[in-house]
């Protein structure tokens, strides 16, 4: 199957690879804010930072039969260490949480658009990019409510994982439709920044299951 994208965006040198360094650094700093929450030490700091930040990708990675990226270049770890030590040395300031949400949402949106651009350079079909997308912005979150004993952003009516899905699924839709890598990397981000942006700012969150459910 023709590659999706260019497999030339993966190395880390492009500017979408640049941004793929942010998004680690974003999520390791949510993973070490998880272990902040619990008072936890800095070599845990760093753990939590860790799997957080890597977590995602290196499932994706994985699954598509790509090298895994953070043991081809050591920079990620380093990166998920640095965003631990600075959370660390924040310390308990009052706006800190409030402003990690919202880094986290452009994470959320820029992880989806690069998880299915990664799998879309290794020749993926199109539906499969979407769920890597999904998957590379959601999985370590998900390791990291469970190491932090906290329920898993699977489980919560809050929008998270639909953003990703939003980011990943406009990308590769126009990527389908021949618009050219960029506009369809900033069109998906910031669609899947705008949902989630939205949940945060106005409390949206998908339908329950209606009625009761009877045995």
């Not at 402003?99 to 949106?109: E, F, K, S, T």
């Not at 993926?124 to 959601?138: D, E, K, R, W």
């Amino acid at each position: 199957m023709t590659p999706l994208v260019d497999p030339a965006i993966a190395n880390p040198e492009t500017v979408l690879g640049a941004l793929d360094f942010a998004g680690v650094a974003v999520f390791a700093a949510t993973g070490a804010l998880a272990a902040a929450r619990q008072k936890h030490d800095l070599v845990t700091f760093a753990f939590f930072g860790a799997i957080t930040g890597v977590g995602g990708g290196t499932l994706r990675d994985l699954l598509i039969g790509a090298p895994v990226f953070w043991v081809q270049d050591w920079r990620y770890i380093a990166i998920c260490l640095a965003a631990s030590v600075a959370v660390w040395l924040v310390g308990a300031r009052p706006w800190r949480f409030r402003a990690l949400l919202w880094l986290d949402a452009i994470g959320l949106a820029a992880y989806g658009v690069m998880g299915a651009a990664k799998a879309g350079a290794f020749g993926i079909a199109p539906l499969i990019c979407i769920v890597m997308g999904a998957l590379t912005a959601c999985f370590g979150g998900v390791v990291r409510d469970l190491l932090a004993g906290e329920p898993s952003i699977l489980l919560r009516r809050e929008i998270t994982v639909s953003a990703a899905l939003l980011a990943a699924t406009v990308f590769v839709i126009a990527r389908v439709f021949g618009l050219d890598l960029w506009p369809a990397a900033i069109l998906g981000g910031l669609l899947g920044f705008g949902l989630r942006a939205g949940a945060l700012a106005w409390g949206w969150s998908l339908p329950a299951f209606p009625g009761t459910v009877t045995r």
